[in-house]
């Protein structure tokens, strides 16, 4: 469990860097996975309503931050079973997320990989197929970026990795999963883009780029499978305390990593939406957007 003080406007979590990809298991001061903010300042345990009763997910980069809270309520609201797919070198954090799952009664399957190889989106359907034998949801999590002050600091590889991660990767994944999504139990595809496709953030340019593909993604893809019962929405998270954040930021970025409402936002904040565009909540969305951002204002 997190702190209180993590959901008081105006707290500072301690300044701290990691190497890549980043643990959540070694965060002096973890994230909220369960817990939500309350108007007074402390937190409560997420309420589930089993809205995803009996239903199977996908969920890449579920090892941990908004990955890893998004599959501990999906197994909230009754979702049955959940494939996670994350890196490799992520084993300790996707073990400690499986427990997590698990104690909600949905059963984990846990596939390492590096999704950047279209051989492995491949892998994440097959297994999951064998597995579960149809799927309800597909959630596309997983990210990479660096910061780089500008486009002449920023290496040419980083930047085939970054698109190849974070947009090639959705394609395919979706691409095979579609076919064996079932729209009269439930069939959607969530996304996670970010804050980031709509301010244009300078000194992460080709994270910005990929995200704002995906939301073009998004709504082409939203707008082929309307009519078959399929929905396909987005989520663009403003600042988000997790691992990949203390990896990748760096320290002076770190010291001002805040929003709005005088705090970055927790996985569990973000989470909720995902719970939102995947249940029947959502019916009449798709092609959508959701902007958990702290409170920035944005024209779109």
Request: with cysteine; hydrophobic share 35%; charged share 20%.
């Amino acid at each position: 469990m997190s702190s209180q003080k993590q959901f008081e406007s105006g707290y500072k979590a301690p300044v701290q860097e990691q190497p890549w990809p980043g643990k959540q298991s070694e965060m002096k001061d973890p994230p909220a996975t369960e817990y939500l903010p309350t108007p007074d300042g402390g937190y409560q345990k997420y309420k589930a309503a089993g809205k995803l009763e009996g239903q199977n997910a996908i969920i890449t980069g579920g090892d941990s931050g908004i990955g890893r809270a998004i599959a501990v309520l999906y197994a909230m609201e009754g979702v049955k079973n959940i494939l996670i797919a994350y890196l490799e070198q992520e084993e300790e954090d996707a073990q400690e997320t499986k427990k997590l799952v698990e104690k909600y009664g949905a059963t984990v399957h846990l596939l390492p990989g590096d999704l950047s190889k279209k051989e492995n989106c491949k892998r994440v359907l097959d297994v999951a197929i064998d597995k579960f034998k149809t799927i309800n949801i597909v959630v596309l999590n997983h990210a990479v970026q660096m910061v780089r002050s500008n486009i002449e600091e920023l290496p040419e590889e980083q930047w085939e990795l970054t698109l190849q991660t974070n947009l090639t990767s959705f394609f395919y994944l979706a691409k095979y999963a579609i076919p064996h999504l079932e729209p009269k139990k439930g069939a959607s595809i969530v996304v996670n883009a970010s804050i980031n496709a709509y301010v244009g953030r300078p000194d992460l340019l080709d994270y910005t780029s990929s995200k704002g593909g995906i939301i073009a993604f998004t709504r082409g893809l939203a707008n082929q499978y309307v009519d078959k019962g399929i929905r396909v929405n987005a989520v663009a998270p403003g600042p988000v305390w997790t691992p990949l954040v203390q990896s990748t930021m760096g320290r002076e970025n770190l010291e001002q990593f805040t929003s709005p409402i005088g705090r970055p936002s927790q996985p569990s904040e973000i989470a909720t939406c995902f719970v939102f565009l995947a249940s029947p909540d959502s019916s009449s969305i798709t092609g959508s957007t959701l902007h958990p951002n702290g409170g920035v204002v944005l024209n779109v």
